[in-house]
């Protein structure tokens, strides 16, 4: 059965810093990964999506890496902002296809000026 | 906007009522989504279509749940003698299926709270 941690629960940063945010999976067979944001009481923004094939995306300020071998992925988030402040999700898709999404328990971020 | 709409936002209700939640997806999209998240959780599978057929059902649909998507548009979730256990929020997401990387587009979300 696939499971999906995130490490750490919660990080509180001051503005600026670069930081990483972790996600690992137990069954290598995947078909992609989706990183998504929450802000409090609101539904899911996607953030990138990562092709099994690929090793990594980019978008902005945000860079997310794949390493299937391993069972992990990593956000890395540059020059943090108080407005990056939200819970990073990420969820696997199984290989036999997107009909659903295995999510992590999310990382709750909070940037303080 | 074209994004993923679902209504209501918000549903407050006594213990053994009937609820309905309903989801708007984006136009072109022919999968839809629900799913469950429970306070510092992450969301949990609950069913999907693809048009107006139902392909798969987690085993947290209990008998009380029902979903449909009578047209192949919008879909609508009913929550029959509700239970203090169902108070989660309900999201939906769509995706097409021409489009091969899967990825998903959540709403907003409808929150129950069950009394």
């Known amino acids: 059965k696939q499971e999906v941690t995130q490490i750490p629960a919660a990080l509180s940063v001051p503005e600026g810093e670069n930081l990483v945010l972790n996600c690992s999976f137990t069954?290598?067979?995947?078909?992609?990964l989706q990183w998504f944001r929450q802000d409090p009481g609101k539904g899911l923004t996607s953030l990138l999506l990562i092709q099994s094939s690929q090793r990594e995306q980019t978008s902005g300020r945000l860079n997310a890496s794949l390493d299937k071998s391993s069972g992990r992925s990593t956000l890395y988030i540059a020059a943090s902002q108080p407005g990056d402040s939200a819970t990073y999700l990420c969820?696997?898709?199984?290989?036999?296809?997107?009909?659903?999404?295995?999510f992590g328990a999310g990382t709750r971020l909070a940037v303080h000026p | 906007d074209t994004g993923v709409s679902q209504n209501p936002r918000h549903k407050i209700t006594k213990r053994g009522q009937n609820v309905t939640f309903r989801c708007d997806p984006i136009?072109?999209?022919?999968?839809l989504y629900w799913y469950r998240q429970t306070l510092g959780q992450g969301p949990e599978f609950l069913t999907y279509f693809q048009n107006e057929a139902q392909l798969e059902k987690s085993r947290l649909l209990s008998d009380r749940f029902s979903a449909e998507r009578p047209k192949g548009s919008f879909s609508t979730l009913e929550i029959q003698r509700t239970e203090q256990g169902d108070s989660a929020m309900y999201l939906c997401a769509s995706s097409n299926l021409g489009v091969n990387t899967g990825e998903l587009f959540f709403g907003e979300g409808s929150r129950l709270t069950v009394l």
């Open positions: 136009s072109e999209h022919n999968r």
């Open positions: 969820a696997v898709h199984p290989p036999e296809g997107y009909n659903k999404l295995i």
């Open positions: 069954d290598s067979a995947i078909y992609n």
